[in-house]
Nanobody, 115 residues
Framework: QVQVVESGGGLVQTGESLRLSCAASGSGFSGYTMGWYRQAPGKQREFVARITSGGSTYYADSVKGRFTISRDNAKNTVYLQMNSLKREDTAVYYC?????????WGQGTQVTVSS
């Protein structure tokens, strides 16, 4: 069973960048399509980006052109490079498989963008 731990969040100003990491433990990671999700206060969790085992990517319209998802299967890690951050990107960011069956959700990492 894969478990995930997210890191890299923080407090930044509008227009700045952050790089999130998702470290996975357990077997099977390299074969999974992995995704990043986020949940803003008072809102439901939403999809941000996903990457297949072969490296194909897909993004939500709200982050397309600003965020880049990547993975290093040798390190069992998925990354989310976030550029040109906006206040509306403020949320707790989570990683997980890109579809069911999901692994256990991690604690997430908080990203706060101030103007």
């Amino acid at each position: 069973q894969v478990q995930v731990v997210e890191s890299g969040g923080g407090l930044v100003q509008t227009g700045e960048s952050l790089r999130l990491s998702c470290a996975a433990s357990g077997s099977g990671f390299s074969g999974y399509t992995m995704g990043w999700y986020r949940q803003a206060p008072g809102k439901q969790r939403e999809f941000v980006a996903r990457i297949t085992s072969g490296g194909s990517t897909y993004y939500a319209d709200s982050v397309k052109g600003r965020f880049t998802i990547s993975r290093d299967n040798a390190k069992n890690t998925v990354y989310l490079q976030m550029n040109s951050l906006k206040r509306e990107d403020t949320a707790v960011y989570y990683c997980n498989r890109a579809g069911p069956p999901y692994v256990s959700w991690g604690q997430g990492t908080q990203v706060t963008v101030s103007s």
